[in-house]
């Protein structure tokens, strides 16, 4: 996507935050903004307007030379953004990215249960059998096993999870990062249990499995 005038000013806004180690919530309170339109804004999704770069500058402590407003005489003089020099990636997560996202790839690097609130509506062609989100009409409750991951096959997209999973037969269901209304970890409680001194019988082919949760 071609750049915008706007982006160097995002960034140096972006850059502001992370260096007076505020998050969105912190930002949203000293701001007065709602934190998701804050959110939304910062990232160059929605239009940042004079007032939000106002109640910025004043939760920020941005001088007007910071914002490249420094020698300006008269409204016929540019104002330059100052250019900026994008700090090196840090390693974590990104409070202006996509958090469903995030959290969803971190259970899978760590390999935990996983257990999610979706929001029914936002998956009528997702690829979940229909009797499945009739069943549950608002809210879908699924839990993944970490064991199945594999056989999940998950790939994170811009704008969806697409992976594979079983019901009455198996599915390649494409969830949209949108419709997550809550992601749970469930940790392991229990030590694993010894080695198994018996031979091992004949075991079925693993599948991949997805729990629906009622």
Known sequence: MASRPSDPLLAFLR???RKKGLNTAELATRTGIERSKLKQRLAGVDDLTVDDLIALSKALELTPAELG??????????????????AP???GPDPFGNLPRQVVELGFALGVDLFFVLDTAQLVGSGIPRAVLE?????????????????NKARFLEDAMVCKLS???????????????????L????????????????TRPAAPFLRVVK
Do not use: H, K, N
Request: charged share 20%; aromatic share 10%; proline share 17%.
């Open 69 to 86: 407003l420094a020698g300006v005489e008269g409204a016929d003089v540019p104002i330059e953004v100052p250019e900026v020099v994008p």
């Open 135 to 151: 069943e549950q009409r608002e809210q879908l409750r699924l839990r993944m096993e970490a064991r199945w991951f594999p056989q």
């Open 15 to 17: 850059d502001a935050v």
């Open 167 to 185: 019901f009455d037969a198996l599915y390649e269901c494409t969830i949209p990062w949108s419709a997550f209304r809550t992601v749970t970890f």
């Open 187 to 202: 940790l392991p409680v229990e030590a694993p249990a010894p080695p198994s001194t018996e031979p091992a019988g004949p």
């Open 89 to 91: 990636p840090v390693p």
